[in-house]
């Protein structure tokens, strides 16, 4: 089925989760929950890991063969250090598909968003395959799409927050507007808000805290798998219209009489 599969950049994935490998109590639970999440694709941070397989790394957890690699550059505040964090993250073996962030607040973990264009559009015209975490900004997406990103990935609430889609209209408006990959990165708390988010028509999902902080997080990761399964089919179906009042749902002909 053509149709059910993630395109982005030039990589195929059937899983439409991304998921992130930070906040665990352990590798062992990253793994299974990883695992259990059905995710083709993990993000790292690249300046908070150790890149170095001889010492004990996260990468040593992670088979390559299994799982594709997005380096990413969290804790980047300027285009220099995300510029060369993926460059960093070539050099080390890790790919030329990129996360890039450039954080504008502190407080927020909100994207500088002129930074955020300025350093895609050095990374793109250096060879790298560029996802951009950006702010739910229809004008914005769109210009990430223009200078050669192979997906915007808008907030849908602050990272880490778990308040869900705060935005609809938003999401549903870049969805219109541009044609490559759109993928929700931060703010999906639970299931449900996975599969609202998928219901607006979303190609992806990336998270990391929903998954990793809950009491539960191989149950939760399973959860997600199937909420972003279930959010997907009914977006393809296509929900029935919303009605003020209410319609029959067996036929009035026929009725015997009383």
């Known amino acids: 089925m053509e149709d059910s599969l993630l395109k982005v950049g030039n990589k195929t994935f059937k899983s439409r989760l991304i998921v992130g490998t930070g906040k665990y109590a352990s590798f062992e639970e990253m793994r299974r929950a990883i695992e259990l999440s059905g995710a083709e694709m993990v993000t790292l941070a690249v300046r908070r890991i150790e890149l170095d397989k001889n010492k004990d790394s996260i ?3 992670l088979d390559p063969k299994k799982y594709s690699y997005l380096p990413n550059t969290a804790g980047c505040y300027t285009v220099k250090e995300a510029v060369m964090t993926c460059q960093l993250a070539r050099e080390a073996g890790l790919g030329n598909m990129v996360k890039v962030e450039v954080i504008g607040d502190e407080k927020t973990l909100f994207p500088d968003n002129e930074a955020t264009l300025e350093a895609c559009k050095i990374l793109v015209k250096d060879g790298f395959y560029v996802l951009p975490y950006c702010g ?3 004008v914005l997406c769109k210009k990430l799409e223009d200078i050669g990103c192979s997906a915007v990935m808008p907030l849908a609430a602050p990272i880490g927050s778990g308040l869900g889609v705060r935005n609809p209209y938003n999401i549903r408006l870049i969805r219109e507007a541009v044609k490559v990959p759109l ?5 999906v708390g639970t299931a449900s808000d996975a599969c609202r988010a998928m ?3 979303v190609d ?3 998270m990391n805290t929903a998954i ?7 149950k939760m990761a399973l959860a997600m798998k199937l909420a972003a399964e279930a959010g997907r089919l009914a977006y393809e179906a296509g929900r029935i219209p919303k009605k ?3 319609t029959a749902s067996s036929p009035l002909d026929g009725l015997i009489d009383v």
């Open 59 to 61: 990468l040593n957890h």
């Open 136 to 138: 739910d900004d229809v």
């Open 183 to 187: 993928i929700i990165d931060a703010g």
């Open 199 to 201: 219901e607006l028509g």
């Open 204 to 206: 992806g999902l990336l």
């Open 212 to 218: 990793a902080g809950a009491k539960d997080p191989a």
């Open 244 to 246: 003020l009042y209410a």
